[in-house]
């Protein structure tokens, strides 16, 4: 069996820090629930790691990987004597001190040092002093891993601790345990661990087991999970608002200890705060399966528990601030969503896939229900067609003035938006007769449906007047023909002819913006 312990090694874990000379003692949980007493702690890093190998199985092997907030090589006078006046690092020390210790026992340790060095940085970047290092002085004592070559800058160490601990975790399968020391260090490499820790999450997720740290003004080792993992909830915020995505807050709500940090004890509030994560993952499941219709009943489910969170102490706590940030972030969508608005969101939030699947699988059914577009139902059932096959099948005998059937549709649509001078692209004026009428395709001849639009009428003298339909509606129809053409490519993986990201944006929001209007 094998463990990790993660822990930071900052500039004063020496045999001087202040408080620690005398040989101080802390109190932690034991696996019983009793306290557990680590004595004569001389370095500021050894209590929690000693702690951990006290209630770690006696047989594990462990590694110990320590994030170094500065250099602990050099001779430095700073760091104190030991014995006969040899002069000690920081790490040096704190190992002599871990190997020791009772605690100690049988285990195995193996160390790993990662070095937050910034000296190679501009001044005005560094969140540290620069060491002064006496290039005569030798680096003494200092074991071949402490040589080792490390990277000198804090987005470097942090991939490569990372890096290290999944390639342990993938070593040891499903007896790996990592256990993470909170305290130690400058403020900096604080927020490393926690960089760290969050990097852990992606992929296949690695969860610490425990994350501890002393508390100085009572000499306890405390339990501060729920404290460090307050980053993935408010990651996952971030992560719903900016992607409607919930997978992280659902794992959350799921660490029971995590959630009621958040949450506090009373019954009710927890209630309702797991109803509105439950409401969330109904809208990421819209979001990812692209369901429109569990998106909006996520939608509206989820502003109906927050009128009933309104009542109770659910502002008192981050779940409020998460209450607000959607509210601000979906807006109307949370008392009215309607199709037209949530295109609009995935849009703006970067989802134009789901956006040209929600354009092509539920706006035909909006111009049928807003009567912009539609046809005798009970005829459509003699022909087993649909709304949204018949409306399909009717824009699809549109053409441009240019069309071949040597070029794909793709060509067209890309040339038409992009407007890039090569080879332009127009529509083809439609004739009445195709306007008018629709032409099922397991009818017999002659067997032609007429289209239907309040933009379709009879004058006093009885003629049909599509003059209406083809200024008002036709234009949107076409513009449903170029994201359906588009959505088909996407589909199909075609590299070629590729829109440009912010022009079949602009072209969306305004074919969504002209439909909004068609409906008045």
Known sequence: MSAMILMAVGAFNGRNNPGMDKGDYFRGIGNDGKDVIINDCRSQGESVVRYFLEIMPSDEEVDIVMLCSRKTLEMDERNGTYKKGNIYSAVSYLKERIERSPEKGKHKINYKIIKLYKNKLPNEH??????????????????????SFFPEDEIGAISRAVEYIHYKKLQEKKTFKLYIDTHGGLRDIVFSMSAVNSLLYVGEAIR?????????????????SEKFNVFNFFSGINEFLHFGNADILSEYVDIKSDFSYLTGADPSVQKIAKQIVKDMQKISYGVQMSDPRAFMEGLKELGNEFEKSSESNLKNTPFGILEQKIKDEYGS??????ILDLIIWCVEHGLIQQALTFVESMLPYYYWDKKLLYFDKEQLKRFDEDENMAFNRYISRFRFNQQKTN??????????????????????????TTLRYYHPESAAKGEDLEAKSRWIYNDNYGNVKLEDFRNKVLPLLQSHRILKIIRSSFNHGNLEYRISLPKLKRFILNYISELKKAKK
């Open 208 to 224: 610490p087991k425990l994350i501890s740290g002393i508390n100085m003004a009572s000499a306890r080792i405390e339990n501060q």
């Open 126 to 147: 560094r969140l540290q002093e620069a060491d002064d290092i006496d290039p005569s002085i030798p680096l003494m004592p200092a074991n071949k891993e402490e040589e």
């Open 407 to 432: 070029k794909e549709m793709n060509f067209f649509a890309y040339h038409l938006l992009e407007n890039t001078g090569e080879y332009e692209v127009t529509w083809a004026r439609p004739r009445s």
């Open 333 to 338: 969508l949370l008392t009215n969503p309607n």
